[in-house]
């Protein structure tokens, strides 16, 4: 089997005014010296994506959305379509983010939906699953990235138009982390899971990132688990230093 070519997004989230551009530049300038073997890729507020676009010009930073409306244009006030970004520069956008499944309410029909409106506009898809802490806690982690799964994932998903991140909620931004091994097992019920939805090839060659309180300290840690192919950044890619001190570990093929 070929070697699954990593992934590690930086999501700023909702954070990134002008100023925060110069953290692009000098990511972008961290990349041309010291290159990595990984794909990059930073999901800025969509006000900042044609700026960004720009600023990181003839490099290697790819662009992505953090959300996308599942309709293509129209009457819905304050969303984004997948065909506006990829308008404004972005290739990849994030669905189901368990910010967006908390905060907005979205059902996994829904974050199916946003993934289709990905594909159809041609980005890749970052589809998020991930238990809450008293999920976990009751034993049903698997359970619930299961059913995520089946009704997030469209039928049509392929190793190149879709990414899955695992998030376990109680890790985003706490400083908290599950164990290697918790990793492992997770990451690998994924890809069984994956098998039977969109059958072993595409299974076997698509990204699957961790994401949650990933950081410098401990990212070689994380990213050396099996079956995870990168990770999904939150806070760690505000600061180009941080960020690229997490792809480090893609240098000089330091992890699998
Ligand atoms: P964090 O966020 O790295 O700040 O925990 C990760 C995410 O929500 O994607």
Not at 34 to 46: G, K, N, Q, S, Y
Not at 73 to 94: F, N, R
Not at 139 to 145: A, F, N, P, Y
Not at 212 to 227: C, H, I, M, Q, Y
Request: hydrophobic share 40%; net charge negative.
């Amino acid at each position: 089997m070929t070697a699954i070519r990593p992934l590690v997004a930086g999501n700023w989230k909702m954070n990134g005014l002008t100023a925060q551009l110069a953290e692009l530049q000098a990511l972008q300038d961290r990349l041309a010296g010291h290159p990595v073997e990984a794909d990059v890729l930073i999901c800025p507020p969509a006000t900042l994506l044609a700026q960004a676009r720009w600023a990181s010009r003839g490099s290697e930073i790819a662009l992505g959305g953090q959300d996308c409306h599942p309709l293509q244009s129209g009457a819905h006030t304050g969303d984004i379509s997948a065909e506006i970004l990829k308008d404004a520069g972005a290739t990849a956008v994030i669905v189901g983010h368990s910010e967006r499944r908390t905060d907005h309410g979205e059902t996994d029909a829904v974050v199916r939906a946003k993934a289709e409106a990905a594909h159809r506009a041609g980005l890749i898809a970052i589809i998020c699953v991930g238990e809450t802490e008293q999920e976990r806690r009751d034993g049903k982690t698997l359970d619930i990235v299961k059913r995520q799964l089946r009704g997030s994932v469209p039928a049509e998903s392929s190793a190149t138009n879709t990414v899955i991140a695992y998030e376990p909620v109680w890790a985003i931004g706490s400083g908290l982390t599950p164990t290697p091994e918790d990793v492992a097992e997770v990451h690998g019920f994924i890809r069984a899971e994956l098998v039977q939805l969109l059958g072993a090839r595409e299974a076997g060659r698509l990204r699957i990132l961790y994401g949650g309180s990933v950081k410098p300290a401990n990212a070689k840690e994380l990213l050396s688990v099996k079956d995870v192919n990168g990770a999904l950044v939150g806070g760690a890619s505000l600061k180009a230093g941080d960020f690229d001190e997490i792809l480090s570990v893609y240098r000089g093929g330091k992890a699998a």
